[in-house]
């Protein structure tokens, strides 16, 4: 079925996704600041060229429709009932991340639609293939599609439904990896991770797209258009309260849903999934490490299960990472759980817990180790098979019933580096037991972080002064054998730790071999 044959069925889609609109404020920092190519579409031209930074979509429109401007741009003709759309590509290169932007300058009915592009595929079997976000008024066609073309053909598929659009409205598709997802007016209204289809577009172009059923041609008009890279994450650690009410959940473009997930909503100082499956989210806002952490703090637990996910892959096709899964129905079942590419969660280790609410559960990955936290203290630690080294962190949520009241995550904190030296060791004393032997005594250092041995030093004689060290011991004691009967010795102690911190010397302690 053509688009505009979806315009004469009315605009009902049988099978996509219905989706509510984000109501919190977008945040700026999210975008980037400078498009790479743009067009205000002041003046007058048929067909659009703009000296050479335009080229047509000749798939949806086999008649020839292209797009004109009069201080705006539109289609410059309307034929018959058709598949005839004004499509253009931008000619400028863009990045495979990128986003679209249209100022809607007028829709004059519900049969009449414009739409930013991206992903265009500028040639090969799939040229002028694409992602659209169609808008029109109310009861006209509003949805995400994705636009499978050849060159002189196309077929459309709705991924998901949107809201209308009226007059002034800024309309923004944003491609991002796997992710296609749109922000109207500055705050995001979808989010469709395009990983579970049967085609995916990663790389292209950007641009526009019209119908026009009349009876104006400027009753499917674009003010405005402007394209440039995605937003890119940074920095190496993110956290949320949750406060306010956003479905799905953005914050600003933190989070994206894995693929074949609804991911999360916000509400009432909770996160909670969307569906009453599960549901898994990645952070995009972060690019923590391989040596990272996802701790969330437990809502209201009315059912289900969840809990923080690490290493997840933001570019991979189907879900990917590693989940501490927290079961309210069956606290005896509780376990680690490897999220395998075929949709399979399988479980590695089961753990007894009680589940409470506001505590705080922290999965961290250390090479291939997975430790696992509960309020700071740690609980046991789980060795990989070293599956998903690196990636994203997140969350994960069976059922709607099982919330949180907060998350973070990132990069594993690196610990201080040890300046402090061990304290010195304790009254040392030395007691001979035959000819050839002393044995040394002390009482133990102590360490901010932990003493790891103890050098012993000696010297020959009475009122000797030349120490030198004659072992290292990690216990308190040490037997000084092979030596001169009847002679003196004396000895000294002192404590170093891991980072080589030397403390101080114990006292002297001496003492005269046994005559035989």
């Given at each position: 079925?053509?688009?505009?044959?979806?315009?004469?069925?009315?605009?009902?889609?049988?099978?996509?996704?219905?989706i509510a609109?984000?109501?919190t404020?977008?945040?700026?920092?999210?975008i980037?600041?400078?498009?790479?190519?743009?067009?205000s579409?002041?003046?007058?031209?048929?067909?659009?060229f703009?000296n050479?930074?335009?080229?047509?979509l000749?798939?949806l429109?086999?008649?020839?429709?292209?797009?004109?401007?009069?201080n705006?741009?539109?289609?410059?003709?309307?034929?018959?009932?058709?598949?005839?759309?004004?499509?253009?590509?931008?000619?400028a290169?863009?990045?495979?991340?990128?986003?679209?932007?249209?100022?809607v300058g007028h829709?004059?009915?519900?049969?009449?639609?414009?739409?930013?592009?991206?992903?265009?595929?500028?040639?090969g079997?799939?040229?002028?293939s694409?992602?659209?976000?169609?808008?029109?008024?109310?009861?006209?066609l509003n949805?995400?599609?994705?636009v499978?073309?050849?060159?002189?053909?196309y077929?459309?598929?709705?991924?998901?439904?949107?809201s209308?659009?009226v007059?002034?409205?800024?309309?923004?598709?944003?491609a991002?990896?796997?992710?296609?997802?749109?922000i109207k007016n500055?705050?995001?209204e979808f989010?469709?991770?395009?990983?579970?289809?049967?085609a995916?577009?990663?790389?292209g172009?950007?641009g526009?797209?019209?119908?026009?059923?009349?009876?104006?041609?400027t009753?499917a008009?674009?003010?405005?258009w402007s394209?440039?890279?995605?937003?890119?994450?940074?920095?190496?650690?993110?956290?949320s309260?949750?406060?306010?009410v956003?479905?799905p959940l953005?914050?600003g473009?933190?989070?994206?849903?894995l693929?074949?997930?609804s991911?999360?909503?916000k509400a009432?100082g909770v996160?909670?999934?969307r569906?009453?499956?599960?549901?898994?989210?990645?952070?995009?806002?972060?690019?923590?490490s391989?040596?990272q952490y996802?701790?969330v703090?437990?809502?209201?637990i009315a059912?289900?299960?969840?809990?923080?996910m690490?290493?997840?892959?933001?570019?991979?096709?189907?879900?990917?990472?590693?989940?501490l899964?927290?079961?309210?129905?069956?606290?005896?079942?509780?376990?680690i759980f490897?999220?395998?590419?075929?949709g399979?969660?399988?479980?590695?280790t089961?753990?007894?817990?009680?589940?409470?609410?506001?505590?705080?559960w922290?999965?961290?990955a250390?090479g291939?180790?997975?430790e696992?936290?509960?309020?700071?203290?740690?609980?046991?630690?789980?060795?990989?098979?070293?599956?998903?080294?690196?990636?994203?962190?997140?969350?994960?949520?069976?059922?709607?019933?099982f919330?949180?009241?907060g998350?973070e995550?990132?990069?594993?904190?690196t610990?201080p580096?040890?300046?402090q030296?061990p304290s010195?060791?304790?009254?040392?004393?030395?007691?001979?037991?035959?000819?050839?032997?002393?044995?040394?005594?002390?009482?133990?250092?102590?360490?901010d972080?932990?003493?790891?041995?103890?050098?012993?030093?000696?010297?020959?004689?009475?009122?000797c002064?030349?120490?030198?060290?004659?072992?290292t011991?990690?216990?308190?004691?040490?037997?000084d054998?092979?030596?001169?009967?009847?002679?003196?010795?004396?000895y000294?102690v002192r404590?170093?730790?891991?980072?080589?911190?030397?403390?101080a010397?114990?006292?002297?302690?001496g003492?005269?071999t046994l005559?035989?």
């Amino acid at each position: 079925m053509s688009l505009s044959e979806r315009h004469r069925a009315g605009g009902a889609l049988v099978g996509v996704l219905a989706i509510a609109l984000v109501v919190t404020a977008f945040i700026p920092n999210a975008i980037a600041a400078d498009p790479l190519a743009s067009s205000s579409l002041v003046g007058t031209e048929d067909p659009l060229f703009e000296n050479g930074a335009w080229e047509a979509l000749t798939s949806l429109s086999p008649d020839g429709t292209r797009f004109m401007k009069s201080n705006g741009a539109f289609p410059d003709r309307i034929v018959g009932p058709g598949q005839n759309h004004a499509g253009a590509r931008t000619t400028a290169i863009m990045p495979s991340d990128h986003y679209s932007e249209i100022v809607v300058g007028h829709i004059g009915s519900s049969r009449n639609n414009v739409g930013p592009i991206v992903r265009v595929q500028r040639s090969g079997a799939a040229v002028d293939s694409h992602y659209l976000w169609w808008g029109s008024q109310v009861n006209g066609l509003n949805a995400l599609y994705r636009v499978d073309a050849n060159g002189t053909s196309y077929t459309a598929t709705p991924l998901l439904q949107t809201s209308p659009v009226v007059d002034g409205d800024r309309m923004r598709l944003i491609a991002r990896g796997l992710v296609i997802y749109g922000i109207k007016n500055g705050v995001r209204e979808f989010i469709y991770n395009t990983g579970p289809d049967n085609a995916q577009y990663l790389t292209g172009t950007t641009g526009m797209l019209a119908f026009g059923a009349g009876p104006e041609l400027t009753d499917a008009m674009i003010a405005s258009w402007s394209s440039g890279g995605a937003p890119a994450s940074s920095g190496t650690h993110d956290s949320s309260s949750f406060i306010g009410v956003e479905d799905p959940l953005d914050e600003g473009d933190r989070w994206y849903p894995l693929p074949g997930y609804s991911g999360f909503r916000k509400a009432g100082g909770v996160a909670m999934g969307r569906d009453l499956g599960h549901n898994a989210t990645g952070a995009w806002s972060i690019a923590p490490s391989p040596n990272q952490y996802s701790e969330v703090t437990l809502g209201t637990i009315a059912g289900g299960g969840g809990g923080p996910m690490v290493r997840i892959d933001r570019n991979s096709l189907t879900q990917t990472g590693w989940l501490l899964f927290l079961w309210a129905e069956h606290p005896d079942a509780c376990g680690i759980f490897k999220l395998n590419p075929d949709g399979n969660f399988e479980r590695v280790t089961t753990f007894s817990t009680l589940i409470v609410s506001g505590d705080k559960w922290r999965l961290a990955a250390n090479g291939n180790a997975l430790e696992v936290f509960r309020n700071g203290v740690f609980q046991f630690t789980y060795v990989t098979d070293g599956s998903f080294a690196a990636g994203d962190v997140g969350m994960e949520a069976l059922s709607t019933g099982f919330t949180f009241m907060g998350w973070e995550g990132g990069e594993l904190p690196t610990a201080p580096a040890d300046t402090q030296a061990p304290s010195a060791p304790g009254t040392a004393t030395a007691i001979p037991t035959s000819g050839t032997q002393i044995n040394v005594m002390w009482m133990a250092a102590s360490d901010d972080v932990g003493v790891t041995g103890y050098l012993i030093e000696r010297c020959q004689g009475s009122g000797c002064t030349a120490f030198s060290q004659i072992a290292t011991v990690t216990g308190t004691a040490f037997n000084d054998t092979a030596l001169s009967p009847n002679t003196s010795y004396t000895y000294r102690v002192r404590a170093t730790d891991a980072a080589g911190n030397l403390g101080a010397y114990s006292n002297e302690a001496g003492a005269t071999t046994l005559l035989f």
